[in-house]
């Protein structure tokens, strides 16, 4: 069983805003882990060119205390960057682009790379053929992340989307040994957080850490909505989860080290 306390505070960071200033910020409140996020490919170019300066990148925030431990791979729109795509042309273009995007990460020493298991929206009858095209397409660029000394994570999603129950996330993680799972803590709709926190247990290796209503995802901060942090944590600690506390929810830096003092029950 860990401790939560040993978990870094971290924040999911823009490309576009890679500024030593803020960066400085971030490390002066405490937070010392990031992850580049974009999650559409049309404002991609500019967090393209970011990423192809990796290094200059990594330098960057390191210089100001920070470390670029994960990027998140762009997901949509959905006509393009569907792991679970029926178009075989349009899974050849996004493997291609996600390759060059681990690459260059992995060449800057980011640990991690978060991924989609897929678009949305999907008819129940179509289900088991998505899931099976998905495992495929995630299955490869796995393989290449592990090639970029990366490791590859798989994100839980809402609605129809896949991985919207811990059953297939599991089918993912029987199907391709090395992938493992960030755990968004928003976006279970259907299956209650710590049924599905103990589900996939030690698989888990970073979060996405906001606060909903149940009802969809909102991406609010701890306490906002209606999540029972005290029992989501404890169950954590409880299948031993040793990363990130890393938060997706647009709020001040200083806001984010209340909060996980808070939480963390750091006085």
């Given at each position: 069983?860990?401790?939560?306390?040993?978990?870094?505070?971290?924040?999911?960071?823009?490309?576009?805003?890679?500024?030593?200033?803020?960066l400085?910020?971030?490390?002066?409140?405490?937070?010392?882990?990031i992850?580049?996020?974009?999650?559409?490919?049309?404002?991609?170019?500019?967090?393209?060119?970011?990423?192809?300066?990796?290094?200059?990148?990594?330098?960057?925030?390191?210089?100001?205390?920070?470390?670029?431990?994960?990027?998140?791979?762009?997901?949509?729109?959905?006509?393009?960057?569907?792991?679970?795509?029926?178009?075989?042309?349009?899974?050849?273009k996004?493997?291609?682009t996600?390759?060059?995007?681990?690459?260059?990460?992995?060449?800057?020493?980011?640990?991690?790379?978060?991924?989609?298991?897929?678009?949305?929206?999907?008819?129940?009858?179509?289900r088991?053929?998505?899931?099976?095209?998905?495992?495929?397409?995630?299955?490869?660029?796995?393989?290449?992340?592990?090639?970029?000394?990366?490791?590859?994570a798989?994100?839980?999603?809402?609605?129809?989307?896949?991985?919207?129950?811990?059953?297939?996330?599991?089918?993912?993680?029987?199907?391709?040994?090395?992938?493992?799972?960030?755990?968004?803590?928003?976006?279970?709709?259907?299956?209650?957080?710590?049924?599905?926190?103990?589900?996939?247990?030690?698989?888990?290796?970073?979060?996405?850490?906001?606060?909903?209503?149940?009802?969809?995802e909102?991406?609010?901060?701890p306490?906002?909505?209606?999540?029972?942090?005290?029992?989501?944590?404890?169950?954590?600690?409880?299948?031993?989860?040793?990363?990130?506390?890393?938060?997706?929810?647009?709020?001040?830096?200083?806001?984010?080290?209340?909060?996980?003092?808070?939480?963390?029950?750091?006085?």
């Amino acid at each position: 069983m860990t401790d939560r306390k040993t978990w870094p505070l971290a924040v999911s960071f823009g490309a576009g805003k890679m500024n030593a200033a803020d960066l400085t910020r971030m490390a002066e409140n405490g937070i010392h882990e990031i992850e580049l996020s974009s999650g559409r490919l049309e404002p991609f170019t500019e967090t393209l060119d970011y990423l192809n300066r990796a290094k200059e990148i990594s330098a960057l925030a390191k210089s100001c205390g920070v470390n670029v431990s994960s990027i998140h791979l762009p997901f949509g729109p959905f006509s393009q960057l569907d792991p679970a795509a029926r178009d075989g042309e349009i899974r050849k273009k996004l493997i291609e682009t996600q390759t060059g995007l681990i690459h260059a990460a992995g060449e800057a020493g980011v640990t991690f790379a978060v991924i989609h298991p897929s678009g949305e929206p999907y008819q129940e009858e179509e289900r088991a053929e998505r899931l099976a095209i998905a495992v495929e397409t995630i299955g490869i660029l796995t393989e290449t992340a592990k090639k970029a000394g990366m490791v590859m994570a798989l994100e839980n999603l809402p609605r129809t989307c896949l991985c919207r129950t811990s059953d297939e996330m599991l089918y993912f993680l029987e199907r391709i040994p090395d992938l493992r799972v960030v755990f968004d803590t928003n976006h279970s709709l259907t299956e209650a957080n710590p049924h599905y926190i103990r589900a996939v247990g030690g698989k888990i290796v970073t979060l996405h850490v906001s606060d909903y209503d149940f009802i969809d995802e909102r991406h609010q901060l701890p306490g906002a909505g209606k999540i029972d942090w005290e029992e989501l944590i404890s169950t954590l600690e409880e299948v031993n989860y040793q990363g990130r506390f890393l938060y997706e929810t647009g709020h001040p830096y200083e806001i984010y080290r209340q909060n996980y003092n808070m939480l963390m029950h750091i006085e």
